[in-house]
């Protein structure tokens, strides 16, 4: 099933063309997480401490997706 993917900041620099992927039926933001860092390695370091949201609505790692889902990776960040 394909899921679509907004990447926020740091994060969209390690995935400029990465717009849809492709996971299996009960997969979680654990799993997309992995997937994730496995097409990029170098971004191992911020996806550990990025917040996922789906639907516009912040989840947890046991989250499961469905088809449809719009996720976005939002990493951290700091302002005033």
Request: proline share 5%; net charge negative.
């Amino acid at each position: 099933m394909d899921i679509q993917l907004l990447f926020f900041a740091a994060v969209k620099d390690h995935f400029p063309d990465l717009k849809k992927i492709e996971v299996s039926e009960g997969d979680s933001i654990l799993h997309l997480r992995n997937i994730l860092t496995h097409t990029n390695p170098g971004s191992e370091s911020i996806l550990k401490v990025s917040r996922f949201a789906v639907n516009q609505t912040i989840v947890g790692d046991n989250f499961v997706l469905r088809e449809g889902s719009v996720v976005a990776v939002l990493p951290p960040s700091s302002g005033g």
